[in-house]
């Protein structure tokens, strides 16, 4: 079993930058594919990046590519997102997720939850 407690999220202005942080809890994190999704209240979770448990592959959203950047230290367990070039719409309570897949977009095959950290970007 796995922790999760994100960090790092605030409020920016358009076209700033922020760092979230994600640390776990346990001595199994690098057997965890780990990945952030975003929520706006009303509207369904959605998925932001992925980053499988060596940092060999990276996924993201269509809408961030370009502008965030996953990676992973294993030896913090903590993995982060680098988001640059933040737009109004990517105002959301951020999580980060884990799951025992090699490889997963779909939070429904997401295992273990933070509690969410919200960033406002205002335009």
């Known amino acids: 079993q796995v922790q999760l407690v994100e960090s790092g999220g605030g409020l920016v202005q358009a076209g700033g930058s922020l760092r979230l942080s994600c640390a776990a809890s346990?001595?199994?994190?690098?057997?965890?594919?780990m990945s952030w999704f975003r929520q706006v209240r009303g509207k369904e979770r959605e998925f932001v990046a992925a980053?499988?448990?060596?940092?060999?592959?990276?996924n993201y959203a269509d809408s961030v590519k370009g502008r965030f950047t996953v990676s992973r230290d294993n030896t913090k367990n903590t993995v982060y997102l680098q988001m640059n070039s933040l737009k109004p719409e990517d105002t959301a309570v951020y999580y980060c997720?884990?799951?025992?897949?090699?490889?997963?977009?779909?939070?429904?095959?997401?295992?273990?939850w933070g509690q969410g950290t919200q960033v406002t970007v205002s335009s």
């Open positions: 997720a884990a799951t025992n897949r090699i490889r997963s977009l779909n939070y429904h095959e997401y295992n273990y």
């Open positions: 346990g001595r199994t994190f690098d057997s965890y594919a």
């Open positions: 980053i499988t448990r060596s940092s060999a592959s990276t």
